[in-house]
T-cell receptor, first 114, second 110 residues
C-alpha cells in the first residue's frame, strides 16, 4: 500500500493563478480531508468528505474548492491564489468519520504564492 | 467550540531526560484524544490515542492518560532519545475532523 499520496511536493504560484493539489489513497477509506499548516497555528481543516459525492466545509474553506468523484481521490482546487494561501497542505484519510478512527496523513505539499 | 491547548515550545532536553508535554482540551461531548508526531519534512503520524476517560494510550515508550476530571492528555516519556526530536501535536476528535493544538517542538541533544 502506498497509503496517502500527494502531488506536487512543492509549488510556486503567482497571485491570481489557479491550480489543483492532488490527493489519493489506496486504503479504501471513506473519509478524506484537507488541512493547512501554518507556523504557530497547528493544522486547520479546509474541507472534508465522508464518501464519494459528499463534501463539506471545515474551519477555513474560503478560496478552496473540492470534489470527490471516487473513493480514492480528493483534489483541492485553488481558484485564484492569494499570498495568504502560502502554506503547507496535508491530505488525510481514515476508515470512517467516527471520533476514534486514526487519520493517515500524506507527506504534504508546500505552496508559495508570490 | 472544541479546542486544544498545549504547552509552547521549543522544548530542549538532554538524551535520557524525562519528557512531559502538557495538553488540555475543551469539548462539549466525549471526544477521542490523540498525539500525533511530525518528523522534519514529513507528514503527521499517529503516536498514540485514547477513546474514553481513564484510557491510557502508549507507543514507543510514550504514554498519555485521558483525564476527564482535569480535561487533560499530557504526553510523557521516561527517557528521550535524539531520534525523538520532532514536533508533537495534541488533537481531539468528536466525529468528522481533528482539532489540533499548535504543536510543541522537541529537540533532544546528545
Amino acid at each position: 500500500n502506498a497509503g496517502v499520496t500527494q502531488t506536487p511536493k512543492f509549488q510556486v504560484l503567482k497571485t491570481g493563478q489557479s491550480m489543483t493539489l492532488q490527493c489519493a489513497q489506496d486504503m479504501n477509506h471513506e473519509y478524506m480531508s484537507w488541512y493547512r499548516q501554518d507556523p504557530g497555528m497547528g493544522l486547520r481543516l479546509i474541507h472534508y468528505s465522508v464518501g464519494a459525492g459528499i463534501t463539506d466545509q471545515g474551519e477555513v474553506p474560503n478560496g478552496y474548492n473540492v470534489s470527490r468523484s471516487t473513493t480514492e481521490d480528493f483534489p483541492l482546487r485553488l481558484l485564484s491564489a492569494a499570498p495568504s494561501q502560502t502554506s503547507v497542505y496535508f491530505c488525510a484519510s481514515s476508515e470512517s468519520s467516527g471520533a476514534s478512527y486514526e487519520q493517515y496523513f500524506g507527506p504534504g505539499t508546500r505552496l508559495t504564492v508570490t | 467550540g472544541d479546542s486544544v491547548t498545549q504547552m509552547e515550545g521549543p522544548v530542549t532536553l538532554s538524551e535520557e531526560a524525562f519528557l512531559t508535554i502538557n495538553c488540555t482540551y475543551t469539548a462539549t461531548g466525549y471526544p477521542s484524544l490523540f498525539w500525533y508526531v511530525q518528523y522534519p519534512g514529513e507528514g503527521l503520524q499517529l503516536l498514540l490515542k485514547a477513546t474514553k476517560a481513564d484510557d491510557k494510550g502508549s507507543n514507543k515508550g510514550f504514554e498519555a492518560t485521558y483525564r476527564k476530571e482535569t480535561t487533560s492528555f499530557h504526553l510523557e516519556k521516561g527517557s528521550v532519545q535524539v531520534s525523538d526530536s520532532a514536533v508533537y501535536f495534541c488533537a481531539l476528535s468528536d466525529g468528522y475532523a481533528l482539532n489540533f493544538g499548535k504543536g510543541t517542538s522537541l529537540l533532544v541533544t546528545p
